[in-house]
């Protein structure tokens, strides 16, 4: 496994190690031995989720206030641009973000700490997006920051509008939202 920092502290890039010959493929996609050898982490994974989702469609930026989420995020079919927002008041990396390709093609992993906001856009015909997260779906805790929040200026490499739900639709500022300390 390759692990690389991105530009924002805490947030990294996992690239497991890939089997391939002419029958296709095989790699470990989550390994918590080799996980905490490479990153120093120990974390406990509790839920998986896995959504499908058209070109354009974006989600997020998500988070919860409380029991918040680290997420070991990955894509198996398609490619999308994976976003992480740094929300906690405190540090001072506050409101910068980093964003990285992820695709079935470059088996790309992508770790997001508790305290950031993370969203994602499907550049392919469509994705499919899976992820471990270290506390489980509290909906009463979740929250969401707007995608094209003006202060943040987030580069979704988008080519036109992008498909959103009611609730991204209804995203608060950073200014307004509720963060982390």
Not at 84 to 106: M, Q, T
Not at 109 to 121: E, K, R, S, T, Y
Not at 146 to 175: F, M, N, V, Y
């Amino acid at each position: 496994m390759k692990v690389t920092a991105t530009d924002l502290p805490g947030v990294l890039i996992i690239e497991p190690k890939l089997f391939g010959d002419d029958r296709g493929f095989f790699y470990e996609s989550f390994n918590a031995r080799a996980f905490a050898q490479a990153t120093g982490m120990q974390l406990e994974f509790v839920q998986d989720n896995h959504s499908r989702s058209q070109k354009g469609v974006l989600r997020g930026l998500h988070y919860q206030i409380e029991h918040a989420q680290g997420k070991l995020v990955r894509v198996t079919a398609g490619e999308v641009v994976d976003v992480a927002v740094d929300i906690r008041r405190s540090s001072p990396n506050f409101g910068k973000w980093a964003s990285v390709r992820l695709s079935a093609e470059n088996n790309r992993q992508l770790w997001i700490p508790p305290g950031f906001a993370h969203g994602f856009v499907v550049l392919s015909d469509s994705a499919e997006f899976l992820y471990k997260t270290t506390d489980y779906y509290t909906p009463t805790a979740e929250r969401c920051i707007r995608w094209d929040d003006p202060e943040l200026k987030i580069d979704w490499q988008l080519d036109s509008t992008p498909t959103l739900s009611a609730k991204d639709q209804s995203g608060k500022s950073l200014k307004e939202a509720d963060l982390f300390p």
